[in-house]
């Protein structure tokens, strides 16, 4: 009957509207096809993850790191020499051991980032270390006490630092030393790492990512080195510390609002691990007889060690580093 075909088609919709799901599944050409993934690990989409809008976040941060680095760096052997009355040789002592050894901790950051934390938990770390450094250091440089007293201009004589007054300020500098040492190896990778590379306009977008990151970073530098040493020469060492403070904390909050926004990627094997893995088989195959050349003979990785839409590569024969074969 038409009464019962109509009740039996309306039936039939209502079932399967039912059986459909409330929420649409995700779009797989839309996600990132670089293996990236949220902080969870989960596959994140191009649409609503990564971009200029991330990009430009931790070009924030590295504008303020720049900032507070060669604000601190740059008028430094002035500071010992003026306030903490060390003499110039060995101010200058002090401060080449001292960036020394801030170029050297970015290797440490590196390795902790690649092999444990990540890029975006070490900037974070990092960030706090960096943060905590500069607060004491403002302080170290506000408070009389843990500074010693000015110059007697009738005497012309200085009085030396206290013990512990050095023991304070050199351990504020050395964790903003530290600090550096996670910013710098993960920073502009972490920026990189927001632009999908199989997507051609991505890709576009990734290179003009490289020439406003080194603006930043040179209009950090260019402050840094003008504003701030007129401040500190002129108006306070206090005040002179402080403004880099005060922007490394505002930037490290915008930083955490785009948590959401962040591709991340995941971290692998320790980069040393490698390093030492070819120098052993270098050591242990050095008397190997070298095979006859041929197509069974050349390594093809497999396809699955490749990352979504690269070709075959194969390594071509070669009569170098024969003893590594």
Sequence with gaps: MPGEAHTGTAME???????SPLLAKPDSNNLAEDGSTDLKGRPVRRSLTGGWTASLLIIGIEIAERLAYYGIASNLVTYLTNVMHQTTVAAAKNV??????????????AFVADSYLGRYWTIFSSSIVYLLGLSLLTLSASLTSFRPSPC??????????LGFQVGFFFFSLYLVALGQGGHKPCLQAF???QFDDRDP????????????????MSSGLVVSISVLMYIQENVGWG????????????????????????????????PFTGIAQVFVACILKW???????????IYVIQEEQLLKGEKNRELLPTNQLSYTG
Excluded at 13 to 19: F, G, H
Excluded at 103 to 108: A, K, N, T, W
Excluded at 291 to 296: D, F, I, L, T
Aim: aromatic share 12%; net charge negative; charged share 15%.
């Design 13 to 19: 919709d209502l079932s399967s509207t039912c059986e």
């Design 96 to 109: 080449n051991v001292w960036a020394g050894t801030a170029s050297m901790l970015p290797l440490f950051g």
């Design 287 to 297: 008397n190997v007889p070298v095979p006859s050349q041929g197509e069974n003979n």
């Design 191 to 193: 920026g990189a790492d």
């Design 239 to 270: 005040l002179g510390f402080g403004i880099p403070t005060m922007a490394m904390a505002i930037a490290l909050s915008v930083f955490m609002c785009g948590t959401r926004l962040y591709r991340h990627k995941l971290p692998g094997a320790s």
């Design 152 to 161: 007697d201009t009738t005497s012309y004589t200085c009085p030396e630092a």
């Design 201 to 216: 306009e991505e890709r576009k977008h990734k290179s003009s990512f490289f020439n406003w990151w080194y603006f930043g």
